[in-house]
């Protein structure tokens, strides 16, 4: 993990950019009191992102609590996926 003044990324942000691609932790660090971690963003964490599908997770996710679930056949699949 690298903790880095926002100085140093402002002048140096590919190098950083590249460091985070190869997997590494980059801490940006601004001020006395604020941080922030510099992470990847793909498709997913942007899709969950969304308030209307975190709100459909969510209710689908309180009805599987509630017992309220439909089992569903492999033989079964094509046909919904169809619909």
């Given at each position: ?20 691609d190869?997997?590494?932790?980059i ?57």
């Amino acid at each position: 993990m690298l903790i880095i003044s926002s100085r140093e990324f402002r002048e140096n942000q590919k190098k950083y950019f590249d460091l985070i691609d190869q997997n590494e932790q980059i801490i940006v660090q601004r001020g006395k009191n604020k941080s922030y971690a510099l992470v990847p963003i793909d498709k997913t964490v942007m899709y969950f992102s969304e308030p209307d599908i975190k709100m459909r997770v969510d209710r689908s996710l309180d009805e599987a609590k509630q017992g309220k679930l439909i089992t569903v056949k492999p033989k079964e699949i094509s046909q919904l996926l169809s619909l």
